[in-house]
Structures are given as structure tokens and as C-alpha cells.
């Protein structure tokens, strides 16, 4: 079902179902949690096999392996949460991270507010306007659209940069054009 994420398979990759095929089975009621860069996988008692307490599990995203235990898994809760898969933006993030010996969660040294958006502008548009437009080229870490409750874009954002130089050289960028607007680029108030 929609929203299901896959189960990590066994260390051994030997009789837990890949990311492709689990998309057709039921989400389980319990979840388990990385320690290494905190992704989530629904989990159910029965993936950890038939005996003992539990089984050696590796995550899909880091490739972090762990001994997982019964008595560890947690309850999802259902009524007031809903588990969905990482953005693909996401999952590239979290690979450079580990890449360049970050924690899973770094999202950059640098932040910048960026205003007078497109509607339709996308998180991929912005990385690359910023990683292109920057002198002397530059990364971006994590690039935020703020939307309303409906999901639409509210016209801003926040890109984060690795490193601070680049992130300075962005502010260049302020009156530039993007998807047909002049963007104003600056400091966050914060």
C-alpha cells in the first residue's frame, strides 16, 4: 500500500523481501529504526524469523547492520502518523553525508532564505540553479520549500549550503532569475 516502506533484509540478504516486491504486502503494526542515520522500516515479528530472539538486520540506506530483537520493536502509531518513503533528495543527502563522514542528519553550515518563488519550482530546480550559479560551483545540502497545508509552495524557501564560502557567494545570486521570477536571496531572520 501506499506509504509502505520496505523491511531492511537480513545481513545474509537470504529470505527478506527487496525494496521492490515489499511494496505489495501489508504495512506491518511495528517499525524499526536505524541507529546509524535514523531511517524508519515498518517490521514485523515474523521477518526476524521463526526462532530465537530476533536477527541480524542491515539498513537499505546506509548499510548499517544491527542485531535486532523482538522485544525492540516499536508500535506505529497509526492513528496520528503516517509512514512514507524518504525523497529521493533525501536519500542522496544522507549517502554525501556518510560520504564526507558527516552524521546522516547534517543538513549544512550555511543557510539561506530564499523568496519570490515560482509555484511550481521544485527542490531539484533550486539545487541546481544554486549549484550552477554559484562562482566557482559549490554544493548544496539541503534545499527546504515551505508549503501551506494544501502542499502548495508559499513561494519561499531555505537552501543550506556544506560549506559557509559557498553559501556567501550564493547571496550573489539575489535578483537573479529562476523558472521566470527574480528571486531574492538572503540571510534567514533567524
Known amino acids: ?66 542485531y535486532q530483537s523482538r522485544d525492540r520493536l516499536l508500535d506505529i502509531p497509526t492513528q496520528t502518523h503516517e509512514l512514507l518513503p524518504l525523497p529521493k533528495s533525501d536519500l542522496e543527502r544522507i549517502a554525501k553525508n556518510l560520504e564526507r563522514e558527516e552524521s546522516a542528519d547534517f543538513a549544512g553550515v550555511f543557510k539561506l532564505y530564499v523568496g519570490n518563488l515560482d509555484w511550481n519550482v521544485k527542490e531539484e530546480d533550486l539545487k541546481e540553479f544554486f549549484e550552477s550559479g554559484v562562482e566557482g560551483g559549490g554544493e548544496v545540502c539541503d534545499v527546504s520549500i515551505v508549503r501551506g497545508e494544501g502542499g502548495r509552495s508559499r513561494g519561499f524557501a531555505f537552501v543550506t549550503f556544506y560549506e559557509e564560502e559557498v553559501g556567501r557567494k550564493a547571496l550573489e545570486l539575489n535578483g537573479k532569475e529562476c523558472n521566470g521570477r527574480e528571486i531574492s536571496v538572503r540571510e534567514p531572520n533567524n
Open 1 to 66: 500500500p501506499p506509504g509502505a516502506l520496505p523491511s531492511p533484509p537480513p545481513a545474509d540478504d537470504s529470505t527478506s523481501p527487496t525494496a521492490d516486491d515489499s511494496s505489495a504486502l501489508p504495512l506491518p503494526s511495528t517499525y524499526i529504526t536505524c541507529g546509524k542515520c535514523k531511517s524508519l522500516f515498518a517490521i514485523s515479528s515474523a521477518d526476524l524469523g521463526a526462532h530465537g530472539k530476533g536477527r541480524r538486520v542491515k539498513c537499505s540506506v546506509c548499510d548499517n547492520s544491527w
